[in-house]
């Protein structure tokens, strides 16, 4: 079995957007043929949505928390691929829990968790 260069899994996976192991054994059973890997890869239903292949988190919610005194608050927002993620309410349930939490958080500790990310 002939070795596939790394340049050529990358421009395989650059033009389909499918993942690395799949666009190497894609090649690997077509000889290096990037046409034929391509069409592989099509035939296999392996080769991803071009709105996939941006991984832009560009849909969402923004769930907010206010203690019933007012003394404290909390704004979240959370984004995903796809506008369909938080449609149901049992979706939103630990995102809802996650600001909770967040509110009654100290501003040190809200600190620690922002610099880790």
Not at 68 to 84: D, F, P, R
Not at 89 to 115: C, F, H, N, W, Y
Request: proline letters at 3%.
């Amino acid at each position: 079995m002939a070795r596939i260069p790394a340049q050529l899994v990358k421009q395989l996976r650059d033009l389909t957007g499918a993942r690395m192991g799949d666009c190497q054994q894609a090649l690997t059973e077509n000889q290096g043929n990037l046409e034929a890997a391509i069409a592989w890869l099509r035939q296999n239903d392996l080769i991803r949505a071009p709105a996939l292949q941006k991984n832009e988190a560009s849909q969402g919610i923004v769930e907010s928390y206010i203690h019933h005194n007012k003394s404290i608050g909390a704004l979240i927002e959370v984004n995903c691929q796809t506008e369909l993620t938080f449609k149901l309410p049992v979706d939103r349930l630990p995102i809802e829990s996650t600001t909770i939490a967040i509110a009654q958080m100290s501003d040190s500790g809200i600190r620690k968790m922002i610099s880790k990310h």
